[in-house]
Nanobody, 119 residues
Framework: QVQLVESGGGLVQAGGSLRLSCAAS????????IGWYRQAPGKQRELVAY???????NYADSVKGRFTISRDNAKNTVYLQMNSLKPEDTAVYYC?????????????WGQGTQVTVSS
């Protein structure tokens, strides 16, 4: 099992910055991919960014050049640095971890943290 706890959300003006943190505990050594999703009201949850166990990263086109995902292995924590925020970035941001065990993919989710960007 993996437990994820997000923090760092809040209210910020357009053009501002926030840094989200996701602290992982439990079977963290077997996490293959960890990243961030977001869900705005009335919309489907969408991938924002992820980082793999080999440190490869991937970003949604809408956040490329503005958001950066990173991690501190010693702290079992993943960060999402969000710069140049736009009102359309407003959403609940969820940390997600994936483990592959005997060919099966297991997903774990945090409770979510609200990010609100005012215009």
């Amino acid at each position: 099992q993996v437990q994820l706890v997000e923090s760092g959300g809040g209210l910020v003006q357009a053009g501002g910055s926030l840094r989200l943190s996701c602290a992982a505990s439990g079977s963290t050594n077997s996490i293959n991919v960890i990243g961030w999703y977001r869900q705005a009201p009335g919309k489907q949850r969408e991938l924002v960014a992820y980082i793999s166990s080999r440190d490869s990263t991937n970003y949604a086109d809408s956040v490329k050049g503005r958001f950066t995902i990173s991690r501190d292995n010693a702290k079992n924590t993943v960060y999402l640095q969000m710069n140049s925020l736009k009102p359309e970035d407003t959403a609940v941001y969820y940390c997600n971890a994936q483990r592959v065990i005997t060919g099966m993919v297991y997903h774990y989710w945090g409770q979510g943290t609200q990010v609100t960007v005012s215009s």
